[in-house]
T-cell receptor
Framework: KAGVTQTPRYLIKTRGQQVTLSCSPISGHRSVSWYQQTPGQGLQFLFEYFSETQRNKGNFPGRFSGRQFSNSRSEMNVSTLELGDSALYLC??????????????FGPGTRLTVL | TQLLEQSPQFLSIQEGENLTVYCNSSSVFSSLQWYRQEPGEGPVLLVTVVTGGEVKKLKRLTFQFGDARKDSSLHITAAQPGDTGLYLCAVLTDSWGKLQFGAGTQVVVTP
C-alpha cells in the first residue's frame, strides 16, 4: 500500500504571497489531518477533515485554511505569508474507525521557507 | 504550559549504551502514543499504550505507561546509530484524531 504523499516537498515563498500544499492519503483512509512543525513550537494541530468536512480546527489564524476532495485528497492554503509561517507542514491520514486510538500515518512533509 | 512535558530535550550517547526518555503530564489519559521522527520524514508510530502500568516491548525499546496514566517512559537498551531520531509522545485529545504532541527528545547515537 502506498503511503501518504505530500507535494511539493520544498517550497520557497516571499512574505505576502500565498501557498497551497497538497496531501494524498493512504488509499481507503477518509480522515486527513494537518500539522505545523517548528523548532520553537514543535508539532501543532492545524485542522482535520473527514468526508470533505472540517471536523476540528487548531488555534491558527484564518489565513490558514484547507479543504478535502471527494477522493479524500486534501489541500491546505496559507494566504498573506509571514516569516513565522516557515515550517514543516505534515499531513496525516487515518482510517478513523472510531477507536480512541486510531493510528495516524504521516507523510514526509512540505518544507516551507518564507523569505 | 505544555500538556505533555518531555525530558530530556537532547540526549547524545555512544553505541551500546542505554537511555530513557520521559513524558509527563498532570492530566490523565486514556492512551498515549510514542513516535520517532527521522530527518526529512514525518513521525512514525512506535507504540500505543492504553492500560495503567502497561509495559510494551518493541525489540530493544521498552515502553511503560504510568499506573495513574499521567506519564510514560521509553527505554532503549544497547542503543544503535539507527535509533537516532526525535522521539515524540502524543495523546489524542478528541475522538476525531486531534493529536497533541510533547516537544520531543532528540536522541543521537554515535558509533
Amino acid at each position: 500500500k502506498a503511503g501518504v504523499t505530500q507535494t511539493p516537498r520544498y517550497l520557497i515563498k516571499t512574505r505576502g504571497q500565498q501557498v497551497t500544499l497538497s496531501c494524498s492519503p493512504i488509499s481507503g483512509h477518509r480522515s486527513v489531518s494537518w500539522y505545523q512543525q517548528t523548532p520553537g513550537q514543535g508539532l501543532q494541530f492545524l485542522f482535520e477533515y473527514f468526508s470533505e468536512t472540517q471536523r476540528n480546527k487548531g488555534n491558527f489564524p484564518g489565513r490558514f485554511s484547507g479543504r478535502q476532495f471527494s477522493n479524500s485528497r486534501s489541500e491546505m492554503n496559507v494566504s498573506t505569508l509571514e516569516l513565522g509561517d516557515s515550517a514543516l507542514y505534515l499531513c496525516a491520514s487515518s482510517s478513523n474507525t472510531g477507536s480512541s486510538y486510531n493510528e495516524q500515518f504521516f507523510g514526509p512533509g512540505t518544507r516551507l521557507t518564507v523569505l | 504550559t505544555q500538556l505533555l512535558e518531555q525530558s530530556p530535550q537532547f540526549l547524545s550517547i555512544q553505541e551500546g549504551e542505554n537511555l530513557t526518555v520521559y513524558c509527563n503530564s498532570s492530566s490523565v489519559f486514556s492512551s498515549l502514543q510514542w513516535y520517532r521522527q527521522e530527518p526529512g520524514e514525518g513521525p512514525v508510530l512506535l507504540v500505543t499504550v492504553v492500560t495503567g502500568g502497561e509495559v510494551k516491548k518493541l525489540k530493544r525499546l521498552t515502553f511503560q505507561f504510568g499506573d495513574a496514566r499521567k506519564d510514560s517512559s521509553l527505554h532503549i537498551t544497547a542503543a544503535q546509530p539507527g535509533d537516532t531520531g526525535l522521539y515524540l509522545c502524543a495523546v489524542l485529545t478528541d475522538s476525531w484524531g486531534k493529536l497533541q504532541f510533547g516537544a520531543g527528545t532528540q536522541v543521537v547515537v554515535t558509533p
